[in-house]
């Protein structure tokens, strides 16, 4: 009982702190005063004990270490499946939705399993991934990159999409269509900024992006820069907003049309 | 007996209780104002909190056992892998000592922040490569319980770099190299630049290679300070002061071939500390030249170089001071978001700063005409009669444009072969560098730092190995240089 609330008090929240659109476990806790007070005793503690300070380090650093451990690749599926099976399975993996070439969308029930059905579609590629509120970070990418097919990809919502992630893109230049970073709190102009790879892309969701220092004008830079593409800024979209789970109950359109 | 003990009881009870509200009262009244005045002090001090940054000018300790000399990137990244990579925690005592903690001259913050992997020597797209993933990484590895996470600003949009024609072989050799060592760079022909950077003017490229990952630029005050935060949370001692003396006892030896050598060893650093003719000896095991463009005037101060020419002894470390502009213009028409750091064959370079049409650059000036480094001061018609003509040929929407701003800063250059120069001097023994990068050395730092802790600490190098980076070359006259595509 005492530990997780405890492990929650011990480290500030690297990623998500200040930012809108994740829920995190810290708005469920108990009043603001009664955190603040249990963090500046550890915090007294920690100065005066070596040991609790290595602690809160260790923790510190393990909140970054789960993280990395779902963007794990699955290796053996790769071998076994090919790329976009594999792929496939990640995201889900992820609590993401695929859809395979010509097929319906598969997502995962509200407890997180799915039907394995799909792993007989080694050879038909995945051409739509939504993976809006996935914990799907640079390394995770990896597993995206390899489906070369994809035509469309909606990240709304993911809080470890950053800069880095958008500069990794650049391999699905000839395939995709369609990308959504909506919601995303790390993303910036500085990553927008290398979307210019993506030549064939002809509609972009850039709306409520809070670490964008100048909406208006980014989008205005992004659309110059994308000439072919419908870029959705921030006032566009403003009225329409869907959070990630209602998304994910519509099994049809994962965005609004 | 039993009324009066109750009397006493009850008396005392009231009594009791009377003196503890009181007490209690007191204690309630003593904490606001203790809190109010820990509210004032917050609010006197700048930032609003307390700031370590401001907490530094105390005087150093009598003995660490490593000294570092310089507190800039490279100085703190050495701090840091020391820190990380000692065993058992806690086990070196380091201490960094830098003359100005506002760095108003240092390199690091007078850059403009690039990095790349577009090397055409392995162990700089080696140490690029360790460098960006550090950057990436920052938070695992800056981290500090309690404190907000880093922004370092990184602009992922990649080098640019253009070739004439004579320099097109070279250009595809050294993008082999790169490749190999695992950079994502492509070849562009003037065509496809046309086509993806229309604004840029082809005539005479014959070749370009473009990073598509890993490169751009990025704020270094932001590296700089995260490191510093990160380090002092590490126990890394801080002082300001500057070194001006290392007290050193030496030992004649005599080579194979029969040759005398003078093997040295500092036992202590004078710190003569800041706006005071006073100085504090500090007893040390090791020191670090991390001084930037003044390392060379350091590595003079434990006798390097004093010595007969043309041997070990009289090899002086070369690296000095070389002044270089940066300006700041601003071009309504010019090139859009997706320009990247942009270097012409002529070593003209351009990126954009900002969302405003701002951009920035510079050149390096030719050998005859380098300027006296002796100030910071900024030469506006070294902009108008040498970048400003390549930039306008360049990109023709710089014909107009306006600079708003500029500034100069210090090289850390070396006159060798521009190349970095890593781990122990060969005859006074406790001196490791960590200087002479020459333009590359902020991407470089967090790698470098690895690199010369592992020396210290192990001997060699682990990670990448530098070797080729020591001080030796200088005597046996082994030049690692890059490949320019001039
Ligand atoms: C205009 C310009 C652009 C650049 N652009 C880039 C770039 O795009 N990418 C890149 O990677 N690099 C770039 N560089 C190079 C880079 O800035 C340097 O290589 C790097 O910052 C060197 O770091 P440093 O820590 O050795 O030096 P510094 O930051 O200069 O630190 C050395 C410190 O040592 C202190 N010191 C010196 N002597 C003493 C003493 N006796 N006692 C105590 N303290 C002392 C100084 O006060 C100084 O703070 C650029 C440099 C310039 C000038």
Redesign the interface.
């Known amino acids: 009982m005492a530990a997780p609330r405890a492990s929650l008090h011990l480290v500030a929240r690297v990623w998500n702190g200040g930012t809108r659109g994740i829920r995190g476990p810290s708005r469920v806790l108990a009043p603001e005063g009664n955190q603040k007070e249990g963090r500046s005793l550890l915090r007294f503690l920690a100065d005066r004990f070596h040991d609790v300070e290595v602690l809160r380090d260790y923790l510190l650093r393990k909140q970054v270490m789960k993280v990395n451990q779902k963007n794990r690749p699955f290796i053996y599926i790769k071998q076994r499946y090919g790329p976009y099976v594999a792929g496939a399975y990640f995201i889900l993996k992820q609590g993401g939705a695929v859809r395979f070439q010509g097929k319906e969308w598969i997502r995962p029930n509200q407890r997180g399993h799915f039907s394995l059905d799909f792993l007989k579609l080694q050879a038909v590629p995945v051409e739509a991934v939504d993976a809006s509120g996935c914990a799907i970070n640079y390394q995770g990418l990896d597993s995206l990159l390899a489906l070369k097919e994809l035509q469309s990809l909606w990240l709304q919502h993911c809080p470890h999409v950053d800069d880095w992630c958008l500069s990794r893109l650049h391999p699905l230049a000839s395939s995709l269509q369609e990308l959504s970073l909506a919601g995303c709190p790390r993303i910036s102009e500085r990553g927008l900024a290398c979307l210019h790879h993506l030549w064939n892309l002809r509609r972009l969701d850039i709306s409520d992006l809070p670490a964008v220092s100048n909406p208006g004008l980014t989008r205005i830079l992004v659309e110059e820069m994308l000439p072919n593409c419908e870029v959705l800024g921030a006032d566009w979209a403003q009225g329409l907003k869907l959070g990630p789970e209602e998304q994910s109950r519509d099994p049809a359109s994962p965005m609004p049309a | 007996m039993l009324r009066s003990a109750l009397l006493l009881g009850l008396g005392r009870g009231p009594l009791g209780r009377g003196l503890s509200t009181h007490r209690g009262g007191s204690t309630l009244d003593w904490e606001r104002k203790v809190s109010e005045i820990k509210k004032k002090i917050q609010s006197i001090l700048p930032g609003g909190a307390w700031d370590p940054l401001y907490n530094t000018s105390y005087l150093p300790p009598e003995h660490a056992d490593v000294v570092i000399v310089g507190g800039g990137v490279l100085g703190l990244s050495v701090a840091y892998w020391l820190k990380k990579l000692e065993k058992p925690?806690g086990a070196i005592r380091v201490l960094v000592v830098e003359r100005d903690h506002t760095y108003s001259r240092a390199s690091t913050v007078l850059s403009v922040g690039g990095i790349r992997q577009q090397f055409s020597v392995p162990e700089n797209v080696q140490l690029s490569l360790f460098s960006v993933d550090f950057l990436?990484n920052i938070?695992?590895y800056l981290?500090v319980?309690?404190?907000?996470?880093l922004d370092i600003?990184?602009?992922?949009?990649?080098y640019l770099l253009l070739a004439s024609e004579k320099g097109a072989a070279i250009m595809e050799n050294n993008v082999k190299v790169q490749r190999q060592e695992g950079a994502k760079v492509c070849l562009m022909s003037p065509e496809q630049l046309r086509n993806k950077f229309p604004w840029i003017n082809t005539e005479g490229v014959a070749l370009a290679s473009y990073g598509?990952?890993?490169e751009?630029w990025f704020d270094p005050w932001c590296l700089l300070q995260g490191l510093r935060r990160k380090v002092q949370s590490m126990g890394v001692l801080f002082c300001q002061g500057e070194v001006t003396r290392f007290v050193s006892s030496s030992h004649h030896m005599e080579t194979m071939s029969g040759e005398e050598v003078n093997l040295k060893r500092i036992h202590e650093v004078h710190v003569k500390i800041d706006q005071s003719l006073e100085y504090q000896p500090v007893e040390c095991a090791i020191v670090i030249n991390a001084a930037g463009a003044w390392s060379g005037q350091v590595a003079e101060l434990a006798g390097i170089g004093k010595g007969p020419p043309g041997t070990l002894q009289g090899t002086k470390l070369p690296v000095e001071l070389r002044k270089r502009y940066v300006y700041l213009w601003h071009c309504p028409q010019g090139p859009?978001?997706?320009t990247p750091f942009v270097i012409d064959p002529s070593g003209t370079y351009f990126r954009r700063e900002g969302?405003?049409q701002n951009y920035l650059g510079g050149c390096s000036p030719t050998e005859e005409e380098e300027p006296d480094p002796g100030n910071l001061e900024v030469d506006h018609d070294f902009f108008q009669d040498k970048v400003w003509p390549t930039l306008a040929q360049r990109v023709p929407a710089f014909e107009s444009l306006k600079v708003r701003s500029a500034w100069a800063g210090y090289y850390d250059y070396n006159t060798f072969d521009q190349n970095g120069v890593v781990g122990p001097h060969p005859l006074v023994l406790n001196m490791y560098f960590a200087t002479g990068f020459s333009g590359h050395g902020l991407q470089q730092a967090p790698a470098v730092g690895r690199a010369v802790a592992e020396m210290v600490l192990e001997g060699h190098f682990k990670t990448i190995n530098l070797s080729s980076f020591l001080f030796s070359r200088f005597y046996l006259g082994e030049k690692v240089q890059e490949r320019n595509i001039i």
């Open positions: 925690r990436r938070n695992e981290a319980v309690d404190d907000p996470p600003q990184f602009n992922p949009s990649g598509m990952e890993q751009g859009g978001l997706e969302l405003g």
